[in-house]
């Protein structure tokens, strides 16, 4: 519940100091904001990710089914609950390596995903 007053507030502040802002100050955001993304330095960038998404596209169904399968396959395993779930955490984190190896470039994907550190 406290969440959700939080998110009330913020809506509500925004909403004040944006109407108070004008639409003058908007446009002129807005202008600045374009000018921004049509460098050519941006659309460089958008260039390549719109190429990598593309061509990874189709992998991620297969990689996905595959991760999902060995997690549902740990969960209906024999054991206690609490070795189901420890066989659950760690073929869900198998499943994950496997669908970061399917999809992302090898060279990108060796963050440590608890402290969100890239290592290069």
């Known amino acids: 519940m406290r969440g959700k007053l939080i998110f009330v507030a913020g809506m509500a502040t925004g909403y004040v100091l944006g109407s108070r802002a004008g639409r003058e100050r908007y446009n002129q955001i807005k202008k600045n904001w374009l000018k921004v993304w049509n460098t050519d330095m941006v659309q460089d960038k958008v260039e390549v990710v719109q190429g990598f998404a593309k061509a990874r596209l189709s992998e991620v169904p297969g990689a996905v089914f595959a991760g999902v399968k ?51």
């Open 70 to 120: 060995k997690v549902s396959t740990a969960v209906g395993g024999e054991g206690t609950p609490g070795q189901k779930l420890d066989r659950t955490i760690a073929k869900t984190k198998d499943a994950v390596d496997d669908v970061a190896d399917r999809v992302l470039p090898h060279d990108d994907h060796t963050s440590n995903p608890s402290t969100g550190t890239t290592s290069k």
